[in-house]
């Protein structure tokens, strides 16, 4: 319910010869201290009208104010501050939840709408970088919210598997390679082949020329070219569904790169017709000067297609197959410039659906403290770093809780989710620093703490003997204490949450949500006796109830699991 909405249908029957309902919504604010209340409306804007000092107006208004949800209202200088009726209000909130479970706060507001999103997109024959792992996970959030919302995601791993790099690949593998070491190992043995070419490129520069023609062959069909291809792709793609798996993550499409690989002569074909395509050197470019921007590369000298070729035609076929509402393309932020020329090129085709894609950027993860053992070199694998977050959980469960009977399974959920956890807790734009002594921690600002306090909150649950089922949704679940309604007005915002979450892009809003819901959770089981005999003892079970709804599914959206002990 809206308590604001509420309130400001209440005070226009005083003011509604001067403002519109609409208006007082939008001055309604949260006051930035406690004592003053949970809504305040200033009243500055009226003093030219009344022809009164905005105190007086404020102390007029209290006067007649009246609403069923609010308990007390008070004129303090231009403000008219609104408390709350606690007791309705809790009842109202906690009746809610108990009612619509997993699905409180769900809306149907995006009506069905397409939103595809690009997302995780490593490249084949290359390690999933860190960057690879955000681009995955705040991908899989925000499917998670616009879903909630009512919108119909599509998660398309939009794989690069296709580019000049893979007649390098090719000719490092026929002259160096060993069938066998790629089997084993693939990602690692492709890789040290890639790296090898560039170091033999050195001394041997005509060995840009095979790759290149091995390209060609590529795009043209060759039969050896294309089984070797398929080949090391499968592979690569074996590997990174591991990592897929193991953080429960999935996808609706994995046409990458290579899929429009047939699906570019069209690009040209437009941009010819349209008149946009210029050659400079030999090569065909756009270009992009009215937008500030360089030329936007479309076909090379020797007739290779580029990144960005690709990227246009993708950007035709899902216009086209899922007449998309939004497009997002979570791609770090070194692409900025890629993504404006992306979307110059799709307006001066004339195609104004470029303004519906959003290049949805993240930080950079830097990683210290913890010393990780690299399998080689410098690029710090992901599987690495959640094998480490991993043993670190079981770690701390056998210090904490040594009985529990499936600590491999719940050490699995408590590690990874404090990677991705910790991955999305901050605003996404932020560059972050990654040390795993800090977040596999059951305390502090951690996912393990939010998992952990909804264990607890369970386990309360049980010590009283109750469980879901004796919670009915009709019964007047209402409480009036102080430590309790901090966590009602938490569970109460939750949709608005979810909303700023879609409009920001930001999926660190609903991490945030989790850690204040754990935080106000345990100032509340700190100073309350709630398995104690107290009239409030029932409501005080539901709210417990509640919060472990509320946590578990502000999980569920970031894709962090919820055990239910650790
Ligand atoms: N494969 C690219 C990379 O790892 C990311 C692809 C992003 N998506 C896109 N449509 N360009 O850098």
Known sequence: MDYKKIIAEDLSTQLSDHLTIDKIYHLLEKPKIEEHGDLAFPTFQLAKVFRKNPAEIAADLSKEFSSE????????????????????????????????????????????????????SPNIAKPMSMGHLRSTVIGNALANIVDKLGYNPIKINYLGDWGTQFGRLITAYKLWGEEEKVRTN????????????????????????????WFRKLEAGDEEAVQLWRWFREESLNEFNTIYERLGITFDSMNGEAFFNDKMDEVVDILTEKELLIEDQGAQVVRLDEYDLQPALIKKQDGATLYITRDIAAALYRKRTYDFDQALYVVGQDQIYHFNQ????????????????????????????????????KVVLLEDVLNEAVERALLLINEKNPTLSNKEEVAEQVGVGAVLFHDLQHDRRNDFNFNLDEIVQFEGETGPYVQYTRARALSILKKANVDANDFIKDQNYSLTDQYSWPIIK??????????????????????????????????????????????????????????????????????VQAPDEM
């Open 490 to 559: 938490l569970i109460q915002s939750f949709s608005d949450n979810l909303a700023r979450a879609h409009q920001e892009f930001e999926p660190s809003i609903i991490a945030k949500h989790a850690l204040h819901v754990a935080q106000a959770f345990n100032r509340f089981y700190a100073n309350i006796r709630v398995l104690d005999d107290h009239p409030e003892k029932d409501s005080r079970l539901a709210l417990v109830y509640s919060v472990a709804l509320m946590l578990e599914e502000d999980l569920r959206i970031l894709g």
């Open 342 to 377: 992306l979307k110059a090129v799709l307006n001066k085709m004339g195609y104004q659906w470029e303004e519906d894609i959003h290049h949805i950027i993240f930080g950079l993860i830097s990683i210290d403290g913890a010393k990780m053992s690299t399998r080689r070199g």
């Open 69 to 120: 949800v609010v308990s007390s209202v008070k004129a303090v200088g231009p403000y008219l501050n609104f408390y709350l009726d606690k007791g309705e209000v809790s009842a109202e909130v906690l009746g809610e939840i108990l009612s619509a479970k997993e699905n409180y706060g769900a809306s149907d507001i995006g009506n069905g709408k397409n939103i595809p999103l690009d997302m995780s």
């Open 186 to 213: 693939p990602i690692a043995e492709l890789n040290e082949l890639y790296v090898r070419f560039h170091e033999e490129l050195e001394e041997e520069p005509e060995l840009e020329s095979v790759g290149r023609e």
